[in-house]
């Protein structure tokens, strides 16, 4: 199993473009999630995903959409980055409901790290 | 809204020294929380959960503690090796209804000194 991929590694963006992280686990998990790692700052939840269709906000969604059309794959979007989005981005993944829990060991990607100029 | 405070937000101790790490957490219907280890320039990896109904979790030297009255809980490392050199990250995920979500603490960056 490659575990949780992420693309690209690294991106440099201007202010106003649009781009897409990409997110894939082969695991076969309900559970996908994006977060975004900043200096003192710990990991601060984005958007998540309990299942294909299925998405809610975390705590700092403003500036960014998610769909989950599959059970594999949770690209994140940016519309028009600002330098606010400087930051590094983990995407991981868990089951869900695995027996009869609700929570499980999430398993991170490599990470991106955007700059937004 | 739901936080998690973690201290230390640096650590270094003497390689063989034990090195422990607070969290606490502010939404009492939290049931679990792990605690994750990252390397530089990788992705975080859990080391150890526990889940509400426990009070404390072992797995050789590593240890968690969790008391909910208080609603704290702690990462205990013994005999530390350079190897432990990481950013450590606390979690807590409150359960309420319909959200799934995992609040992270700050980190704490631990240093061994050989």
């Known amino acids: 199993n490659a575990g949780v991929t992420q693309t690209p590694k690294f991106q440099v963006l201007k202010t106003g473009q649009s781009m897409t992280l990409q997110c894939a686990q082969d695991?076969?998990?309900?559970?996908m999630s994006w977060y975004r790692q900043d200096p003192g700052m710990g990991l601060r939840l984005i958007h998540y995903s309990v299942g294909a269709g299925i998405t809610d906000q975390g705590e700092v969604p403003n500036g960014y959409n998610v769909s989950r059309s599959t059970t594999e794959d949770f690209p994140l979007r940016l519309l028009s980055a600002a330098p606010s989005q400087t930051s590094v981005y983990f995407c991981?993944?868990?089951?869900?409901?695995?027996?009869?829990?609700?929570?499980?060991?999430?398993?991170f990607g490599p990470g991106t790290r955007l700059t937004v100029l | 809204g739901e936080n998690v405070e973690q201290h230390p937000s640096t650590l270094s101790v003497q390689e063989g020294d034990s090195a422990v790490i607070k969290c606490t957490y502010s939404d009492s219907a939290s049931n679990y929380f792990p605690w994750y280890k990252q390397e530089l320039g990788k992705g975080p990896q859990l080391i150890i959960d526990i889940r509400s109904n426990v009070g404390e979790k072992k797995d050789q030297r590593i240890a968690v503690t969790l008391n909910k009255t208080a609603k704290h809980f702690s990462l205990h490392i013994t005999e530390t090796q350079p190897e432990d050199s990481a950013v450590y990250f606390c979690a807590a995920r409150p359960n309420h209804s319909g959200t799934y979500k995992y609040i992270f603490g700050t980190g704490t960056r631990l240093k061994v000194l050989a």
């Open positions: 991981a993944s868990s089951y869900f409901r695995l027996a009869g829990y609700s929570y499980n060991e999430q398993f």
């Open positions: 695991m076969n998990h309900e559970y």
